[in-house]
């Protein structure tokens, strides 16, 4: 029978850095083996100081582990569950925890609470080989729902190769993370227009930013155009340019989500073989 005798209804808090790993790998766990879930204690250690699909890789003792699901249990995110044996197991309370969001959901946030921030394409890759999330469109949805939740951050404006990470940083840690990315005191909404506006200025243009248009030369219409009702005009060849490549930004996103999941899957084969 379960130690914790009622359902967890704490509300989200952040979490510190072996906190998110644990959690993230009973979730992991409980999806990729469900034959050996809920976890024992060596069982979560094992998970936390893995070599594939953790970032960064981390070095944890049985001490700091069951410090973190202490805390995790009064927070109501984890359970310490007695079956048929005498060793204790554990289990998350994910769903519940984070305000019952769909299966999709929880696998994202897991992949986000394993390796932290990351691109979109990536994200898709890892988080499909828990539950399958067909294209980047997919993705987008489930994300925006997350983001309204505040279970995601965006980490830089919409574009290819764009980061986010989870909302379960310390204010601190996010903070770092953003410094890092050189967006230090912005923040990122959904859609386009990006930048809240106690952050003007954005991120400085540099040489690998392919999303700016920094270097473009405004050339001014003539006169006699100015005239011509818009819908007699003919589309722009920059505008047709700006098609073409919105289309190629999207199959090179959709082609990074497809080495991700491959990436994924052979990491967990490695895993599977004891590499």
Same mark, same amino acid.
């Given at each position: 029978?379960? &130690?914790?005798?009622?359902?967890?209804?704490?509300?989200?808090?952040?979490?510190?850095?072996?906190?998110?790993?644990?959690?993230?790998?009973?979730?992991?766990?409980?999806?990729?083996?469900?034959?050996?879930?809920?976890?024992?204690?060596?069982?979560?250690?094992?998970?936390?100081?893995?070599?594939?699909?953790?970032?960064?890789?981390?070095?944890?003792?049985?001490?700091?582990?069951?410090?973190?699901?202490?805390?995790?249990?009064?927070?109501?995110?984890?359970?310490?569950?007695?079956?048929?044996?005498?060793?204790?197991?554990?289990?998350?309370?994910?769903?519940?925890?984070?305000? *019952?969001?769909?299966?999709?959901?929880?696998?994202?946030?897991?992949?986000?609470?394993?390796?932290?921030?990351?691109?979109?394409?990536?994200?898709?890759?890892?988080?499909?080989?828990?539950?399958?999330?067909?294209?980047?469109?997919?993705?987008?949805?489930?994300?925006?729902?997350?983001?309204?939740?505040?279970?995601?951050?965006?980490?830089?404006?919409?574009?290819?190769?764009?980061?986010?990470?989870?909302?379960?940083?310390?204010?601190?840690?996010?903070?770092?993370?953003?410094?890092?990315? *050189?967006?230090?005191?912005?923040?990122?909404?959904?859609?386009?227009?990006?930048? !809240?506006?106690?952050?003007?200025?954005?991120?400085?243009?540099?040489?690998?930013?392919?999303?700016?248009?920094?270097?473009?030369?405004?050339?001014?219409?003539?006169? !006699?155009? %100015?005239?011509?009702?818009?819908?007699?005009?003919?589309?722009?060849?920059?505008?047709? &340019?700006?098609? %073409?490549?919105?289309?190629?930004?999207?199959?090179?996103?959709?082609?990074?989500?497809?080495?991700?999941?491959?990436?994924?899957?052979?990491?967990?084969?490695? !895993? %599977?073989?004891?590499?």
């Amino acid at each position: 029978m379960e &130690s914790d005798t009622e359902r967890p209804g704490s509300r989200v808090r952040p979490l510190d850095a072996v906190e998110r790993r644990v959690l993230g790998v009973l979730i992991e766990k409980g999806k990729t083996t469900p034959e050996a879930y809920p976890l024992s204690l060596n069982a979560i250690i094992t998970g936390c100081n893995q070599k594939n699909n953790r970032d960064p890789l981390m070095n944890v003792d049985e001490d700091q582990v069951g410090r973190a699901l202490e805390t995790l249990r009064a927070a109501g995110v984890v359970a310490e569950i007695y079956g048929s044996g005498r060793v204790p197991r554990y289990r998350h309370y994910g769903y519940e925890w984070f305000g *019952g969001i769909e299966k999709e959901d929880l696998s994202i946030l897991a992949e986000l609470l394993l390796r932290g921030e990351q691109s979109e394409g990536d994200l898709r890759g890892r988080a499909s080989r828990m539950d399958p999330i067909p294209d980047l469109q997919i993705l987008r949805t489930r994300l925006d729902g997350l983001a309204a939740r505040g279970l995601i951050v965006w980490l830089s404006p919409p574009g290819r190769g764009r980061i986010l990470t989870h909302g379960l940083l310390p204010e601190e840690k996010l903070e770092k993370v953003r410094a890092k990315l *050189g967006v230090a005191g912005q923040t990122f909404a959904a859609d386009a227009g990006a930048v !809240s506006p106690a952050t003007a200025g954005g991120i400085d243009d540099d040489e690998d930013d392919e999303d700016t248009d920094a270097g473009a030369v405004t050339v001014p219409r003539p006169a !006699s155009h %100015a005239a011509t009702p818009a819908s007699a005009q003919p589309i722009a060849p920059e505008s047709v &340019s700006s098609i %073409a490549l919105a289309a190629l930004v999207e199959k090179i996103a959709a082609l990074e989500g497809e080495v991700a999941a491959l990436r994924a899957r052979l990491d967990t084969l490695e !895993s %599977a073989l004891g590499n």
